[in-house]
């Protein structure tokens, strides 16, 4: 077993190189470090291009091997090399990159029309995204949909909240709210705005298909978006907060449309 000890290896370059996720993404590739986020991911059937650990982690990698059937070439480096491909303060000593799921050209329904997607404007924090696809996984929506403007959905944060649904559920990028509103007109499906002066979702009348939005945790949706939308609703609140986060919003609005199924 080959243990590279230089940091100026390439191998080491390597990883350090796409540890940076523009440039990861250029390549269409994602950089994952941490014991867990890689179990998540090679339970969720993904198949990494290259895994790094140290010579403490090897076993670990080994056992991996056998299990998920992986191929593909093992960097053993030092802890010391380890350290400068890695993210966190304290690293686990275990490296994948994979590479990114293809891209959703088209939605993905169901032949009983029970469709639900939540459409997300601008948002920017990685833990209210991998929030809300962990929950659109757990409600079994039909995906996420994403406005250019977001961030990253394979931000390492973002991979962290999502617990290994971001593997699981379609994650759909396009340009703009007005190009989504287009699309999910043409197919049918009911979209709703959530926003602050709309209808009691208590009382609001729900059907499927359909699509929410949320909007930027500090702008909320846009005027266009809000009027481009069929309906408006909001989620009563007795309480003295003035408002939810945008993943707990998501969370209770996705849940009151999945019992709809």
């Excluded at 924090?125 to 961030?151: E, K």
């Excluded at 909240?161 to 499906?189: A, F, N, Q, R, Y």
Aim: net charge negative; hydrophobic share 40%.
């Amino acid at each position: 077993m080959e243990i590279i000890r230089s940091k100026d290896n390439p191998k080491v370059k390597r990883f350090a190189l796409l540890h940076d996720r523009k440039k990861a993404s250029k390549e269409g590739l994602v950089f994952i470090e941490g014991t867990r986020l890689c179990e998540d991911a090679l339970i969720s059937g993904v198949k990494p291009v290259s895994v790094a650990c140290t010579e403490e982690r090897f076993d670990l990698v080994s056992s991996w091997q056998s299990d998920y059937e992986i191929s593909c070439e093992v960097v053993v480096m030092t802890s010391e090399c380890f350290a400068k491909i890695a993210s966190t303060v304290n690293p686990q000593g275990v490296a994948m990159i994979v590479s990114m799921p293809e891209a959703v050209s088209e939605l993905p329904l169901r032949d009983d029309g029970k469709d639900i997607f939540v459409v997300l404007e601008n948002l920017q924090d990685p833990g209210n995204l991998g929030t809300i696809i962990r929950l659109a996984d757990a409600f079994d929506f039909n995906g996420v949909i994403m406005t250019r403007d977001c961030v990253d959905p394979y931000n390492e944060k973002v991979l962290r909240s999502s617990m290994g649904s971001v593997w699981h559920i379609p994650l759909i990028t396009l340009g703009s709210s007005d190009e989504i509103l287009e699309l999910l007109h043409s197919k049918g499906i009911d979209t709703l705005a959530c926003e602050l002066h709309g209808d009691d979702l208590k009382s609001a009348s729900l059907k499927l298909p359909a699509a929410y939005f949320i909007g930027n945790e500090g702008k909320g949706l846009k005027a266009s978006t809000i009027s481009g939308c069929k309906s408006k609703i909001k989620i009563p609140m007795p309480g003295k907060a003035e408002s939810l986060n945008a993943s707990s919003a998501a969370s209770v609005i996705g849940y009151v449309l999945a019992s709809l199924k």
